[in-house]
């Protein structure tokens, strides 16, 4: 058991060195690591004081896991890590910790710390809710209360909730109490006060004690009523007090069945704001971002890939990861310097498509990469706004394949090129069609281009 200054003090001193080669960045390492120390060890926790917010932002998130398993490779046991910044109060920090110990409450709900504000990535469909998370976050209990996130299943909401825990405690309130509770285990925990297995009031009690209450899920609540009148209960006891409540569903709040109308009217008092299914370069920037989070050398796999799987898997951001998990799997049977291929990731993916052959099916984004691999351009140079000669030629041409092959509308090809109006479309397919009549090095490109698109 590790309890001395001295035992502290060696441990820490042995991971900052693993870190550091692990890490890599010594300009990291210096401004962010330096100066840090364990304060102290609660049973399966460590704390580690750092030097400032920002410092507990990145060894919660982005360093978390690579400090984790450090501390549990050289201790051989399962410690979580805690950060507080130094001269916070650590008085506060102690009895919180030894609070949750005593408490069996809602066992497992626990705030992700990799799951932050700068781990999820932005883009036009998640926009607003980011923006109205980080607002929340900043301000608790005095902006949009209660915040409602709704979506389909798989989009991120459970991740928001998350990085609102984790920006209040430690960057906007340290110290301030977070509860994470999924609205399934909610009911559980009232079920067992109903049995006699707990006292209701002491649940109550227990959770009005925490500052932001994240529920996650809540149309789990739909079927139970009894649950129902024990969260309003909370709810406005919560609410009256000041505190922040966040929320997520799978639909907004008028469209909940079985849901009592008071709750509907207190969740849709807040603000309300909807995730829409990620666009294509969300999804590319979520590829990247998972890619080099795994360590994976991004310049070894071709850009095709990631639009390939973007475009497969844009509808659910977790069945797009567990589409880059196949894809990593099959990267660590290639050898060190094998480039990743189109060719690669269609086959290592395919027995998620219900067995259908990805790489023979024709789709926008298969015309994409093809035309952008014969005129030696990356996929979003195509679907981007440079206007240079050549990308402008192979885009017109790609539109052209597209409407053409695929009868997809106009307005449909002007959103996949950049939100470009169905006239800009309509002008370049025709200037194509056009040039097919008399200009041969066209006509040339276009039947080689058709070749390889066939199955």
């Known amino acids: 058991m590790i309890s001395s200054i001295s035992e502290m003090t060696q441990l820490w001193d042995k991971t900052l060195g693993k870190v550091e080669k692990k890490l890599g960045e010594k300009q990291i390492f210096d401004s962010f690591f330096t100066g840090s120390y364990i304060d102290e060890i609660n049973g399966d926790v460590i704390v580690v004081v750092v030097n400032s917010a920002l410092a507990v932002t990145l060894m919660s998130g982005k360093y978390y896991s690579l400090i984790e398993e450090t501390i549990n490779e050289i201790t051989g046991n399962n410690f979580k890590v805690e950060f507080i910044q130094k001269d916070s109060s650590k008085k506060q920090h102690r009895v919180e910790v030894v609070e949750q110990k005593e408490q069996n409450y809602f066992a497992g709900s626990v705030v992700k710390p990799n799951c932050t504000f700068e781990s999820f990535v932005v883009g036009q469909s998640n926009r607003e809710a980011s923006q109205a998370a980080l607002l929340v976050a900043t301000n608790p209990g005095e902006m949009y209360n209660p915040l409602f996130i709704y979506s389909n299943s798989g989009l991120g909401k459970t991740h928001l909730l998350y990085a609102i825990g984790n920006y209040v405690s430690k960057i906007s309130k340290p110290g301030a109490k977070v509860l994470y509770v999924q609205a399934s285990d909610f009911v559980t925990e009232y079920i067992n006060s109903v049995k006699g297995e707990v006292h209701a009031e002491d649940l109550k009690k227990y959770i009005c004690s925490f500052d932001v209450l994240l529920l996650d899920d809540v149309q789990m609540l739909s079927t139970a009523v009894k649950s129902q009148d024990f969260f309003f209960s909370i709810y406005e006891k919560l609410y009256n007090a000041g505190k922040q409540i966040a929320i997520t569903s799978d639909k907004q709040p008028s469209e909940l069945v079985n849901m009592q109308e008071r709750l509907v009217t207190r969740f849709s008092h807040g603000l309300t704001v909807k995730i829409e299914e990620p666009d294509q370069n969300t999804c590319v920037e979520i590829l990247r971002k998972k890619i080099i989070e795994k360590g994976?050398?991004?310049?070894?796999?071709?850009?095709?890939?990631?639009?390939?799987?973007?475009?497969?898997?844009?509808?659910?951001?977790?069945?797009?990861?567990?589409?880059?998990?196949?894809?990593?799997?099959?990267?660590?049977?290639?050898?060190?310097?094998?480039?990743?291929?189109?060719?690669?990731?269609?086959?290592?993916?395919?027995?998620?498509?219900?067995?259908?052959?990805?790489?023979?099916?024709l789709s926008e984004q298969k015309i994409i990469n093809t035309v952008a691999d014969y005129y030696s351009l990356a996929p979003s140079q195509l679907v981007g706004k440079i206007r240079t000669g050549q990308i402008a030629l192979a885009r017109h041409i790609a539109m052209y394949l597209i409407r053409n092959t695929l009868d997809v509308p106009l307005k449909k090809i002007g959103d996949i090129f950049g939100g470009k109006d169905h006239t800009t479309v309509m002008n370049a397919i025709q200037k194509v069609d056009k040039g097919l009549k008399t200009d041969m090095t066209l006509k040339e490109a276009v039947d080689e281009l058709q070749k390889r698109l066939k199955p």
């Open 296 to 361: 994976i050398d991004i310049s070894r796999i071709d850009e095709s890939v990631l639009y390939f799987l973007a475009d497969k898997f844009s509808k659910n951001i977790r069945e797009l990861e567990g589409a880059l998990n196949r894809l990593t799997f099959r990267i660590q049977m290639l050898a060190q310097n094998e480039r990743v291929t189109l060719e690669i990731a269609a086959e290592s993916v395919q027995s998620l498509s219900g067995g259908k052959a990805f790489a023979n099916e």
